[in-house]
């Protein structure tokens, strides 16, 4: 059976030999990638087709006055979009919004932070979508939390070379390629030098409730250097799979922080909204 090495060696011979292809493909993968961001965000891709028609020789103003507005608008419509993600539709939409923002004295970065709770049917009567928002800060907050409390866990856990393992009839314990832990915190611990005196493992036995038979079998781990570079692996592959858990908790942790923040944006500005009606019957 051939092994790892000799099925790995020919995937990173294949990716040096591909390199400059592979390159060109992540490359191209990213330029398409920000084209579809700039697009979905701003609505249009004027200004690409803008510098398109000057490289190949077109003009690039109208001579009708009419229709130079009309081109002035719709590349301030796309300015508009793309630099706050408000999506207006036309000039007066815009015009509407900053009376909005003005009038109410709402922070122009908190609309733009709460765009989705925002109700965009009719820009002459913006206001806060009908949202439990209480609830909302809550649940994104606990979430938060535990996302934080977890990726702190796994990065722990991704941190010493140890391997978090048990038996069926035993409790965890942490296994190197030198010695054995019971505790997360320390402790007694077991190495090859222990192993070879029954006292010792007699204690460790009754001391960590953990059955003799059982810390013989770690024992025969080091006494095998197959069963050390297994254990290696298995170490290897942990502190792998413990990373990509941290990483994954962080982005949610990220996720739940941005989403946290449209909430407190949104409760911002219907404050505001609530004082400018106070203020308007009095």
């Given at each position: 059976?051939?092994?790892?090495?000799?099925?790995?060696?020919?995937?990173?011979?294949?990716?040096?030999?591909?390199?400059?292809?592979?390159?060109?493909?992540?490359?191209?993968?990213?330029?398409?990638?920000?084209?579809?961001?700039?697009?979905?965000?701003?609505?249009?891709?004027?200004?690409?087709?803008?510098?398109?028609?000057?490289?190949?020789?077109?003009?690039?103003d109208f001579l009708i006055p009419d229709l130079q507005k009309l081109k002035l608008e719709a590349r301030e419509l796309e300015h508009f979009r793309f630099e706050f993600g408000i999506p207006a539709t036309?000039?007066?939409?815009?015009?509407?919004?900053?009376?909005?923002?003005?009038?109410n004295i709402i922070s122009l970065k908190d609309a733009a932070t709460a765009k989705e709770y925002i109700d965009w049917s009719d820009y002459n009567q913006l206001r806060i979508k009908e949202k439990n928002f209480t609830l909302l800060r809550k649940l994104f907050t606990y979430f938060g939390i535990f996302t934080l409390t977890s990726a702190a866990l796994f990065f722990?856990?991704?941190?010493?070379?140890?391997?978090?393992?048990?038996?069926?009839?035993?409790?965890?314990?942490?296994?190197?390629?030198?010695?054995?832990?019971?505790?997360?915190?320390?402790?007694?611990?077991?190495?090859?030098?222990?192993?070879?005196?029954?006292?010792?493992?007699?204690?460790?036995?009754?001391?960590?409730?953990?059955?003799?038979?059982?810390?013989?079998?770690?024992?025969?781990?080091?006494?095998?250097?197959?069963?050390?570079?297994?254990?290696?692996?298995?170490?290897?592959?942990q502190k792998s799979a413990a990373l990509a858990l941290a990483l994954f908790f962080v982005l949610l942790m990220i996720y739940f922080a941005r989403e946290s923040t449209k909430v407190f944006a949104a409760q911002r500005i219907q404050k505001n909204l609530e004082a400018k009606q106070i203020t308007a019957k009095n």
């Open positions: 059976m051939p092994s790892q090495e000799q099925g790995i060696l020919p995937i990173i011979s294949w990716i040096m030999d591909n390199l400059t292809a592979l390159a060109s493909i992540a490359y191209a993968a990213t330029f398409i990638a920000f084209l579809l961001y700039v697009y979905t965000r701003a609505g249009s891709m004027h200004f690409l087709r803008d510098r398109i028609w000057r490289l190949m020789g077109g003009k690039s036309t000039i007066r939409d815009i015009e509407q919004f900053e009376h909005w923002i003005s009038d722990f856990i991704a941190i010493p070379n140890y391997l978090m393992a048990s038996f069926e009839d035993s409790p965890f314990f942490y296994i190197s390629t030198k010695e054995t832990k019971f505790s997360i915190l320390g402790g007694d611990t077991l190495d090859s030098l222990s192993c070879k005196e029954k006292e010792v493992l007699s204690r460790l036995s009754q001391e960590n409730e953990f059955p003799l038979d059982r810390l013989q079998s770690i024992c025969s781990t080091y006494a095998s250097e197959e069963k050390i570079s297994l254990l290696k692996k298995r170490i290897s592959e």
